[in-house]
């Protein structure tokens, strides 16, 4: 699945084989919470790759030296609310200075248009470089509907990061807004008719916080 120039799905045997036991029904809440942290923590180091490095002089206990440290645009990463909560402690590790945003949306179940209900951003979100969290990305009606949400804070640097995706999903996010790169961890075959990836995983909010 790629047949867009801006999306990467992840072949790395960890995040498959984790994903693996996230398909599994009978994985409960606590087990579930955890590896959608691992997955979320091995894709943030692949999807934080190009960040760029300056050279910055310091003295070890032997000598000066010039080494190299992370510079350029600072990151905001911004969770999908509820589920995109379950991937941010993993990210957050990599880079704990991050700045921490959250878009709260959830999908009319007649409809399955997102309905926004919370948005809160770091100020100077149009300066930073933004990492969006969610690991449903189903209809992509949420995910579209979140990358509004920032865009229209003036930020036009943002990368989506999801565990699961649908093709139907990824359609409308790479036409809809073609310069974010989409980062999943695997492509499933299609929705059902409650707009449900199959055979995916289920509902990620509820199997994440037991309110199945
Ligand atoms: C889930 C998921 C995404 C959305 C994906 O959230 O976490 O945000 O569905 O579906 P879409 O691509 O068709 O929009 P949900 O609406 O179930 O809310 P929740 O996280 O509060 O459970
Ligand atoms: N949201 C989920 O949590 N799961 C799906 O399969 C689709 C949308």
């Given amino acids: 699945m790629n047949t867009y120039e801006n999306v990467t799905v992840f072949d790395h045997p960890l995040i498959t084989h984790k994903l693996s036991i996230l398909r ?3 994985t409960g809440s606590k087990q579930f919470r955890e590896l959608v942290n691992e997955i979320a923590m091995l894709m943030g180091y692949e999807v934080m790759r190009d960040l760029p490095l300056e050279d910055v002089e ?38 704990p200075s991050a700045k921490i945003g959250h878009i709260g949306l959830y999908r009319d179940h007649e ?7 919370y948005c809160k951003l770091p100020e100077d979100i149009a300066q930073r470089q933004v990492i969006l969290l969610d690991p449903m990305l189903a209809t992509g009606g949420s995910g579209c509907a979140a ?3 920032i865009k229209a804070r003036g930020c036009h640097n943002i990368k989506f990061v999801s565990i699961l995706a649908a093709p139907e999903g990824i359609e409308r ?14 492509v499933d075959e299609k929705l059902n008719e409650k707009g449900y990836i199959v055979p995916g995983l289920g509902d990620a909010g509820d199997r994440l916080f037991g309110t199945l």
């Fill in 147 to 149: 990358i509004d949400f």
């Fill in 111 to 117: 409809t399955l248009e997102p309905r926004e209900y």
């Fill in 58 to 95: 310091i003295k070890t206990p032997i000598t000066t030296a010039t080494v190299k440290m992370l510079t350029g645009k600072k990151l905001a990463l911004v969770p999908i609310l509820r589920a995109g909560l379950g991937m941010l402690d993993g990210v957050l590790s990599l880079v």
């Fill in 173 to 186: 996010m790479a036409k809809t807004h073609p310069d974010v790169h989409i980062y999943t961890g695997g």
């Fill in 24 to 26: 599994d029904e009978n």
